[in-house]
């Protein structure tokens, strides 16, 4: 079965701290994505990474960095975190080669910036 | 601009009975996605309906897919309190590993 672990569950942060959001996955999936989860949103991908150094961004890039100096940990940073990036971040993985593009998720952690 | 629509995004089912969560999207797509959200968790894989026409099912849970409507079905049989949870369509993004989701539909059963 395909792991995708973040690296907390629960974090409080203070507005105009650095955040750094872990992400592992153990299935040497190429491509690794970040979603924040908002009531009435749905998921918005954040960034998206295709291999080892290389990134996307996403359709909610602003305020937001990353980092994926190995395959398989993709990492999500909050250069000064505000109140407006208090939400559940979701982390996923997918294989490259396949004819469909089914992500698995990791656990989520809910992020409250206050 | 590509979009997914699910509707209804709240559904409150009685034990026992049918329903049908619908997902609608923009262009054309021949996969489409359906995950579970519990409350507090994060997302399961459910289905992936891979060409026009494919059906699949588990348990009480089954997932249709129209490509010529750009349609997709997911199909509660007897609702049981255990289907609560939030149900999430997503497909392709043309040419693309990314996925576009829909906004969620949030399903209480109650007895």
């Known amino acids: 079965d395909v792991k995708v672990t973040q690296s907390s569950r629960y974090l409080v942060k203070r507005t105009g701290e650095k955040v750094f959001l872990e992400c592992v996955q153990d299935m040497d999936h190429e491509n690794m994505f970040w979603y924040r989860q908002d009531p009435g949103l749905g998921l918005r991908l954040i960034y998206f990474s295709y291999d080892v150094k290389m990134k996307e961004k996403g359709d909610i890039p602003e305020g937001y960095s990353v980092s994926r100096e190995k395959k398989e940990r993709f990492s999500l940073i909050l250069e000064s975190a505000s109140t407006n990036q208090t939400s559940m971040y979701l982390c996923?993985?997918?294989?490259?080669?396949?004819?469909?593009?089914?992500?698995?998720f990791g656990p989520g952690t809910r992020l409250t910036v206050l | 601009e590509l979009k997914v629509e699910q509707n209804p995004l709240f559904l409150s089912m009685q034990e026992g009975k049918n329903y049908t969560i619908y997902c609608n999207y923009s262009t054309t797509s021949d996969r489409l996605y359906w995950y579970r959200q519990d409350p507090g968790k994060s997302l399961e894989s459910l289905f992936v309906?891979?060409?026009?026409?494919a059906v699949k099912q588990e348990g009480r849970l089954m997932a249709s897919l129209d490509t010529k409507a750009r349609l997709s079905t997911l199909h509660i049989t007897a609702a049981v309190h255990d289907l609560s949870a939030t149900y999430f369509c997503a497909r392709d993004r043309p040419n693309d590993y990314k996925l576009s989701f829909g906004a969620g539909t949030t399903v209480t059963v109650r007895a």
């Open positions: 309906l891979l060409s026009n026409g």
């Open positions: 996923a993985s997918t294989v490259t080669g396949l004819s469909y593009n089914e992500q698995f």
